[in-house]
């Protein structure tokens, strides 16, 4: 085996996004194209040569052959060890636990979380440092500006590894480990959650539970976890084998797409409890017979409880949330007495927090929760959270959510996305709210009355790096706000989201249905945005 230099061109458009570099797989396929990034992204960190790298993904379609890809660039470029899931498998989540575990140098994970896959559909592929989490700014800066005056990429000429096999293999000068996915993971989980209580719980005569893994890479985790350690019947973890394109199904956990397990929660023999996860598993959505937890409800709940699990009984020293994620936690860090800091979209905000040692809980919106145990958010450690104040509380999800609701208020919260926009309608729909920043405070819109707007910024209080244009808010007197940004998690056109949330400390308004609650909100949300002008749409693609 020996090293090859191939000549390449730069590619124009391998800027990371939020969570890194995702695009359609033929996109990916292209000569040079995987090849320019990955060299792209070792020519702009140092000292990683003989050092140890984490590789994984969630099996999406393309997942085995760009590992096998980055194992030969990652022995030419002269890492010492790469340590890869069995059969191209590790959860997101996972890849940030065996990153600090082991002390790696860090970890490329191969996802585009919950967007579908499959030949004509979406692959990522993003970088975390050796904390466990995504990389920062800077780091992606730095990447970016590789890929813009590459010439040439390191690969050793061999043959592709087995990888379905555990073993360690030698490529090069390099060893390769292939490793059981899911087995440090779970031993984690199990240090963090009362295992026999939860055990306990679960097998009475009077529980049931559904975990749908939607075909995507937490069958295996949610098997280990729930079935063999906790004991769960067999068959309670749905859609547990990880396929290419996820079954032909799409794998964001809400209401939309996870309509098998909405069927299930909503049917006439409903279990107690449900859960889904997402393509690379970190997401999570929560169910109770007949109820849905909103995410954000979720990060109160379990800040507001976290006192009764075993990892979290000593306290929480701060909580965190995104720009966009409901108040509510806000109001449960108000009564325990601790900070709640506001961030900008994206897991690597909460990175410099949680090592600081200032938050250790933090959530967004988009069905995403963790910790300081990780570096990442993580669907099924939120799931055993849940279960782990089930079983100490001895309550329904709904009874535990109203009775969150009867101490807190409710913050009716809705999210609203309007998918694969034209984006250049999408730009000019956002470049005219912020025209609106300066001028629209005072102004009265109906009922509501503008307290203040602004395009949202934030400055790390770690590192005092500064993130502009972060979204426009636009905040009423009576605690209601809206808010506009346009996220970079899709592959297509753009997906503008519109977030809108109302406070409701009366407990006999507090039982109504969000969109009905939400109503007037919404409305002026489209007039204010001129949403149906921009986006030609007359309804969102999904409601959450």
Not at 195 to 219: H, P, W, Y
Not at 422 to 427: K, S, V
Not at 433 to 461: C, E, H, M, W
């Amino acid at each position: 085996m020996f090293v090859k230099r191939i000549s390449t061109q730069p590619f124009a458009d391998q800027k990371p996004g939020t969570s890194g570099l995702r695009k359609h797989v033929k996109v990916f396929q292209q000569p040079n194209y995987l090849e320019n990034f990955v060299q792209s992204l070792f020519n702009s960190i140092e000292g990683y040569q003989g050092k140890i790298l984490v590789v994984g993904g969630d099996g999406r379609y393309y997942n085995r052959q760009a590992i096998q890809i980055i194992l030969r660039m990652a022995a030419a470029n002269g890492f010492g060890k790469v340590l890869v899931g069995k059969g191209g498998i590790l959860s997101t989540p996972a890849v940030s636990c065996i990153i600090r575990k082991i002390k790696a140098f860090g970890g490329i994970i191969l996802s585009a979380s919950h967007n579908p896959g499959g030949p004509d559909k979406d692959f990522g592929i993003k970088y975390n440092i050796s904390n466990g989490g995504p990389a920062p700014e800077k780091v992606t800066n730095a990447i970016y500006i590789q890929t813009g005056k590459i010439t040439s990429y390191k690969i050793i000429d061999t043959e592709d590894i087995n990888l379905d096999k555990p073993a360690v293999l030698q490529l090069g000068s390099m060893k390769v480990e292939v490793i059981n996915p899911v087995a440090d993971y779970a031993d984690m989980m199990e240090s963090l959650f009362d295992f026999d209580l939860i055990r306990k719980f679960i097998s009475g005569e009077n529980f049931q539970m559904c975990i749908d893994s939607m075909n995507a890479v937490t069958g295996p985790y949610a098997i280990d976890i729930f079935e063999n350690r906790l004991g769960a019947p067999i068959g309670t973890v749905k859609n547990g084998t990880p396929l290419e394109d996820f079954g032909g199904g799409h794998p964001d956990p809400n209401l939309v797409y996870a309509r098998e397990l909405v069927s299930i929660l909503y049917g006439d023999k409903a279990p107690n409890f449900g859960a889904a996860s997402d393509g690379d598993g970190d997401r999570n959505m929560i169910l109770g017979r007949r109820f849905f937890v909103t995410p954000s409800d979720s990060l109160a709940i379990l800040a507001a409880n976290a006192n009764l699990v075993p990892g979290y009984s000593s306290g929480l020293v701060g909580v965190a949330r995104s720009m966009p994620t409901s108040q509510a936690v806000d109001r449960v860090a108000a009564k325990l007495g601790i900070d709640c800091y506001e961030t900008p979209t994206g897991w690597k905000f909460f990175g410099n927090l949680l090592d600081a040692g200032k938050a250790n809980l933090c959530g967004e919106e988009s069905f995403g929760t963790g910790s300081m145990h990780v570096r990442e958010k993580d669907g099924l450690w939120a799931v055993l959270f849940w279960l782990n104040i089930l079983a100490v509380k001895m309550k329904s999800v709904e009874e535990i959510v109203q009775e969150h609701w009867y101490i807190y208020g409710r913050n009716y919260y809705s999210r609203h996305d309007y998918e694969e926009v034209d984006l250049e309608q999408a730009n000019i729909l956002i470049e005219n709210l912020r025209s609106l920043v300066p001028i629209i405070t005072g102004k009265q819109f109906g009922k509501y009355q503008v307290n203040y707007a602004d395009d949202f910024s934030y400055t790390d209080p770690v590192d005092g790096i500064i993130s502009n244009k972060q979204g426009i808010r636009i905040n009423f007197t009576d605690g209601s706000r809206i808010v506009f940004r346009l996220s970079g998690t899709g592959t297509k056109g753009a997906t503008l989201r519109i977030y809108i949330e109302s406070y409701e400390p009366n407990i006999k308004r507090q039982n109504m249905d969000p969109q009905k609650a939400l109503e007037d909100l919404i409305t002026l949300s489209n007039e204010i945005a001129l949403v149906r002008q921009f986006t030609g749409r007359e309804k969102p693609t999904v409601i959450t």
